[in-house]
């Protein structure tokens, strides 16, 4: 039976964002985000990327794609979407894979709703449409400027203005997804043909990134517009100052330091042990207070790490946890670097602004009062999750819904 594929296109170059799909929304970059939607989407059997660039094939990978090189003659500016799919097709059947349906996505639209790529799916493949885009409804009053700057009314009488609930709504085209019968695509080169449906998607995930306002809009609603996910890791990392601790010392007249930790840390992490998961905490400074906790703790330490990325990354090669399937607990802008390589980037409630934008998820307790008990909870509840959906029964196929 042919397959249903979602193909992602995301070139390395990019006008008006650098490294654009390697951005991150919500502690993921652009293109996982993509993959990871893909990947929630029931009728989609098979996740391609097709992209010019090493480091973009490397995160795809990581998430679960197969990866299309694409040449580039096709990875320019001037090169067209509709390119690369008809060329990442043709290297799938050169790979013996039957594509019967596409399903192209754009890394560039972050809140991609995979309920309602579903249901695209569903309808191209029971031939009720051949090609199904992704639109949000809309009220709006459009205009467009005439010769010399006059406004002209598009979808409405300028002398009348009926009320919201009297007036007929449009469809605004997120960019998000477009889902086509791929015998008709390759037809017709290009993705609108035959019969075109509509997927109605809410209007909060309609945004686009194409600037650097929208990457900093599109971060600020994601706490909003992202689903709560568990939170299904390999290994732990945590920063001390500012999350075992409240961020404070004291300081006695010898000049002696001492820090408050929580014993709800303590049993959270010995947890973690039991269960398997490795803990490592990674300080940039050097006290032996914190060697003192990690050995009582029964974890790995590295201290002084004034490159801690450098260090994380040997680390996870070190025990062979891929990056992606580590998350890092942090509080300040030391733990940036960290916090962008690893797939769970963590943040406690009172961590500094920047960190707080980097996170994919926000514990309730703060540092010091059970913060790593929190996301050790979080963790296991995460993999308890996991185990559960490899003996879950798969989803019944949602309705048509346009």
């Not at 459009?142 to 609930?165: C, I, M, S, Y």
């Not at 996170?359 to 559960?388: I, K, N, T």
């Amino acid at each position: 039976m042919s397959e249903a594929v979602a193909i992602i296109p995301a070139r390395g170059g990019s006008k008006g964002v650098a490294r654009k799909n390697l951005q991150r929304v919500g502690g993921v970059s652009l293109v996982a985000r993509a993959v990871a939607a893909a990947r929630r989407s029931a009728a989609i059997g098979r996740i391609v990327v097709t992209t010019d660039d090493p480091d973009i094939a490397a995160v795809a990978a990581e998430w679960g794609a197969e990866v299309v090189e694409r040449p580039a003659d096709l990875a320019g500016d001037e090169a067209t979407s509709e390119g690369a799919l008809l060329h990442a097709l043709d290297e799938l059947e050169r790979r013996g894979i039957d594509v019967g349906v596409v399903a192209f996505l754009q890394a560039t639209s972050p809140f991609i709703d995979a309920d309602a790529l579903t249901d695209a799916v569903h309808l191209v493949r029971s031939r009720r449409r051949d090609s199904v885009f992704s639109a949000a409804l809309t009220y709006g009053f459009l205009w467009e400027k005439g010769v010399g700057g006059a406004a002209t009314a598009v979808n409405h009488d300028l002398e009348f203005r009926p009320r919201r609930q009297d007036r007929e709504p449009h469809y605004l085209e997120t960019g998000a997804f477009y889902v086509m019968r791929a015998a008709g695509f390759r037809a017709a080169r290009h993705r609108f043909f035959g019969s075109v449906g509509i997927a109605e998607v809410p209007a909060r995930t309609a945004i686009e990134i194409d600037t650097a306002d929208e990457l900093e809009l599109a971060r600020a609603i994601a706490p909003l517009v992202d689903r709560a996910e568990p939170i299904a890791v390999d290994a732990v990392v945590t920063d001390f100052d500012g999350v075992h601790t409240d961020d404070t010392v004291r300081v006695d007249q010898h000049g002696v330091e001492s820090v408050v930790v929580s014993r709800a840390d303590g049993m959270g992490v010995g947890l973690l042990r039991a269960a398997g998961i490795p803990v490592l905490i990674l300080s940039t400074e050097a006290n032996p207070v914190v060697t003192a906790r990690a050995r009582k703790l029964g974890v790995e330490v590295v201290q002084a790490a004034a490159d801690k990325a450098t260090v994380l990354r040997a680390w996870a090669d070190a025990h062979g946890v891929v990056l992606s399937r580590i998350a890092y607990l942090g509080n300040d802008v030391n733990d940036l670097p960290c916090l962008d390589l690893v797939g769970w980037p963590v943040a406690v409630p009172d961590a500094h602004p920047a960190v707080l934008s980097a996170a994919r998820a926000v514990l309730d307790r703060p540092g010091g009062a059970g913060a790593v008990r929190d996301l050790a909870d979080r963790v296991l509840a995460g993999r308890d999750a996991a185990s559960l959906l490899l003996v879950a029964p798969h989803p019944t196929s949602p309705q048509e819904a346009s």
